[in-house]
């Protein structure tokens, strides 16, 4: 009986003692955890802090991105109206430097009717501004007849001069635009019937001075590369419509001068051969003679009976100026 009481007194012992230290171990572990969950706490508030400041910096990141982005939208708006601004001034420029070019084509022109009193350089001035800057090599240039009821072929290139000798005043579209004394243009203003001679007329201009009609310039076919008529284009029918008249006129007068001098002095000297004497013999010489006094009358008369009026002109395009660039034919003499 007493071993089998201290076998139960050793057995509750070791009951008690494993009882103990299980909770010791149950208490250390407890500690542990304890330990183990403020660290984690901690470590919670570390990382809470973190997030919050990660928070404020991708806020901040984002306030920069909007900032950047608006930037980007102002630079991208500015740089489309710099691109804006560079191509109204290229297309600026590019008008500028063609009104420049038609400026020295109208100049140019000009010149080339003006800066000569021959004429057939006249003719020819007038053909090389139709074929070079117009585009056309088929053209006829008309003169009114004296008794202003015909036009008569005075210049031509590219077509058959028996053909287009002679137009009527009022007949065909070349006749009628001398009549109305209008620019015709295809589809444009008047529209008349043509005759047969003028089915590839592509533009008929009538020469005036002031407001009488001395000519007409007619252009037919144009070339392959030119597909229809520029502003250069209007503006060089205005000016041939005046300058052309007038370098016309001029070369004419110039022409009409100079045989009627000429005649004059043939006559004077065929006197002074049929009735020879010696001051007479020496009368191309002398300025004592009666007939060199003579001559200077005629050329003071020619002088006299030139027209005033040329030496100013209208033009729809530099309006009322003065003709310096045409000599006068008188200067010539």
């Known amino acids: 009986m007493k071993k089998e009481g201290e076998g139960q007194g050793s057995y509750v012992f070791r009951v008690r003692e494993d009882t103990r230290r299980y909770v ?7 500690d542990r955890l304890r330990r183990l969950v403020a660290g984690l706490e901690s470590d919670k508030g570390r990382l809470l802090s973190e997030k919050m400041s990660l928070q404020e910096k991708v806020l901040a990141l984002r306030e920069e991105l909007d900032r950047i982005y608006h930037e980007q939208t102002d630079l991208r708006r500015q740089l489309a109206d710099v691109e804006a601004s560079n191509q109204k001034y290229s297309h600026q420029y590019v008008e500028v430097e063609s009104q420049n070019n038609n400026l020295a084509n109208l100049y140019v022109a000009s ?24 585009g ?11 008794d202003n009821t015909a036009l008569r072929l005075a210049g031509w290139f590219g077509i058959d001069p028996a053909t287009y000798g ?25 529209d008349l019937q043509p005759a047969p001679r003028e089915s590839n007329l592509s533009v008929c201009i009538p020469l005036k001075l002031e407001d009488r009609v001395i000519g007409a310039l007619a252009v037919f076919r144009l070339l392959p590369q ?25 070369s004419r007068l110039h022409a ?11 006559a004077l000297r065929g006197e002074a051969a049929l009735n ?14 009666p007939r060199q006094e ?10 006299r009976s030139a027209p005033r009026g040329l030496d100013r002109i209208q033009d729809p395009w530099i309006g009322s100026k003065p003709l310096r660039s045409a000599p006068s034919f008188l200067d010539r003499i």
């Open 24 to 30: 010791q171990d149950l208490l250390n572990e407890n």
């Open 111 to 134: 010149y080339q009717l003006h800066g000569t009193l021959d004429r057939a350089e006249v003719v020819t001035a007038i053909k090389e501004i139709v074929i070079n800057l117009i």
């Open 136 to 146: 056309s090599e088929e053209l006829a240039i008309y003169e009114m007849s004296p």
């Open 166 to 190: 002679t137009v009527a005043v009022g007949s065909g579209i070349i006749g009628k635009t001398v009549a109305t004394g209008e620019i015709w243009l295809p589809g444009k203003g008047m």
């Open 226 to 250: 030119k597909s229809g008529f520029e502003a250069i284009d209007y503006e060089l029918f205005n000016l041939l419509a005046t300058h052309a008249a007038t370098a016309l006129y001029l």
């Open 256 to 266: 009409e001068s100079g045989r009627g001098e000429a005649g004059a002095l043939t």
């Open 276 to 289: 020879p004497s010696p001051e007479r013999c020496r009368g191309d010489q002398d300025p004592e003679d």
């Open 294 to 303: 003579e001559v200077r009358r005629v050329r003071r008369a020619s002088r």
